[in-house]
């Protein structure tokens, strides 16, 4: 019955996601699919955890610039 939430819930924030713009709303779909990138890559490689922090700061940024570039060029 899990389906049964993923329904809920796509109905709930319909209302919320219709309203905002397409391209602003690519970019918030980016933003968040880097943080996900992020979080996901300093979990699964702990090599990443041990590096300086400035660096997967920067490869999150760049990640997240070349999805939004994508989603701009889609345009």
């Known amino acids: ?4 939430w993923s329904r809920c819930w796509a109905s709930a924030s319909f209302p ?3 309203v905002i713009d397409p391209p602003l709303l690519g970019s918030l779909l980016a933003l968040s699919a880097g943080a996900l990138i992020y979080v996901g ?7 990443a955890e041990q590096e ?14 070349v999805a939004v570039i994508i989603v701009l060029s889609k345009g």
């Open 1 to 4: 019955m899990p389906w049964a």
């Open 16 to 18: 919320l996601i219709s």
């Open 41 to 47: 890559a300093t979990h699964l490689l702990p090599r």
């Open 52 to 65: 300086a922090k400035p660096f997967s700061l920067l490869a999150l940024a760049g990640g997240v610039l």
